[in-house]
């Protein structure tokens, strides 16, 4: 069965620490991974996929099939980045593409 | 270009009523679906809309929710009779390709 698991619950850092998110994942076969992001009064958005491989806001996530691991990571964590984290897997072709969600992590960037 | 959209935004209602939560999508978007977070867990997926066709319902919790997509537009979501347990937010995403929108959920609240 498929899992994604994100072990911190809540998660606290000084402005301008690095951060990182962390979260692993059981899937047979190659899915697709994704960090959607949930600010305060606003709906869930897509953060990154890691099929792009880009960098958005200054976080990034690089995929360890090794480990099955996403980790969200930034260096230095601003205040507007407190908000609510969700790690994500998606298989990653076929018609099915329903998302599978980790529990989430809340990010709270103390000034 | 407007969003997914959903209505209500909030439900109140008594445990064996019934309920009817809405959901537009982007307007081109083949791929619907709905998913919600009871208190304390993780998002899950419920349902999959390929247009007016349901894709993968192996989310669906039992038959007192039944979801319709007519037309291939705007989807429904009805449960009844509700009880506790389905208090929750319920979110709807529509997607065209890998990328799924969510809208804002409908916060559901069954006394």
């Known amino acids: 069965a498929q899992r994604v698991t994100q072990p911190e619950k809540l998660l606290s850092v000084f402005k301008g620490a690095p951060v990182e998110l962390k979260c692993n994942y059981s899937?047979?076969?190659?899915?697709?991974l994704f960090w959607y992001v949930q600010y305060s009064r606003q709906r869930l958005q897509l953060l990154l996929r890691?099929?792009s491989r880009e960098s958005i806001k200054g976080f990034t996530a690089d995929l360890n099939k090794g480990e099955t691991s996403f980790h969200l990571k930034k260096p230095f964590a601003q205040e507007e980045d407190s908000a609510m984290y969700y790690c994500a897997l998606s298989p990653i072709s076929g018609s099915a593409r329903q998302l599978t969600f980790g529990s989430g992590t809340q990010l709270t960037v103390l000034p | 270009e407007a969003g997914v959209t959903q209505f209500p935004s909030h439900s109140v209602i008594e445990k064996g009523q019934t309920v009817t939560l809405r959901c537009d999508p982007i307007?081109?978007?083949?791929?619907l679906y709905w998913y919600r977070r009871v208190m304390g867990k993780e998002i899950k997926f419920l349902l999959h809309f390929v247009k007016e066709s349901k894709q993968d319902e192996s989310g669906m919790p039992n038959n007192r929710f039944l979801a319709e997509r007519t037309g291939g537009t705007y989807s429904t979501l009805k449960v009844q009779p509700a009880e506790l347990e389905d208090s929750g937010v319920y979110f709807c995403?529509?997607?065209?390709?890998?990328?799924?929108?969510f809208g804002p959920g409908t916060r559901l609240t069954v006394l």
């Open positions: 307007s081109g978007h083949d791929n």
């Open positions: 995403a529509s997607s065209q390709g890998q990328k799924q929108f």
């Open positions: 899937y047979s076969g190659s899915p697709e």
């Open positions: 890691h099929i």
